[in-house]
């Protein structure tokens, strides 16, 4: 059960990162296609925070609490923060590697979860790989056409 509080609180602090830096792109893309980027990565983020309180209030059901400070995050979390404005592209190409980071973060959890028995969190974590396999085909479409 360890096992499983300790990863869940990697993929929570990593899924916070993620959706900060997909909401940093929204407010600081700039360019030629700033329109339709400024609204993917806006999707992108509303779509991720929304999942943030569910995903705590899992993790305090399976007995631990909650990471939620920045110095806890940065500890924990898997996606490395970006401090530069970089360019359009790199933007999208960032944040399609990050996502897959994601995905496999989650699954780590899912596993243990899966191990555990503890299927509503497991049902929880196949939804928000499903919605990040999602973010990740328009991250992939988008760096196409770009
Ligand atoms: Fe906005």
Do not use: C
């Not at 499983?4 to 909401?23: E, G, R």
């Not at 929204?26 to 400024?38: S, T």
């Not at 399976?62 to 359009?88: C, H, K, N, W």
């Amino acid at each position: 059960m360890e096992e499983l509080q300790k990863a869940s609180k990697v993929a929570f602090a990593s899924t916070f990162s993620y959706y900060l830096k997909a909401h940093n792109f929204h407010w600081n893309v700039e360019g030629i296609h700033f329109v339709e980027l400024h609204d993917l990565f806006g999707k992108i983020y509303e779509e991720v925070y929304s999942s943030i309180d569910p995903f705590a209030e899992k993790i305090r059901a399976i007995g631990t609490y909650v990471p939620a400070s920045f110095q806890r995050f940065s500890m924990l979390t898997q996606i490395e923060d970006e401090t530069a404005i970089i360019a359009p592209e790199q933007m999208l190409q960032e944040l399609l590697e990050d996502n897959m980071k994601i995905i496999k973060v989650l699954k780590l959890v899912y596993d243990q979860a899966e191990k555990f028995g503890e299927h509503g969190f497991s049902n929880f974590l196949a939804e928000r790989m499903d919605a990040h396999r999602k973010h990740g085909w328009m991250l992939k479409a988008s760096l196409k056409n770009g």
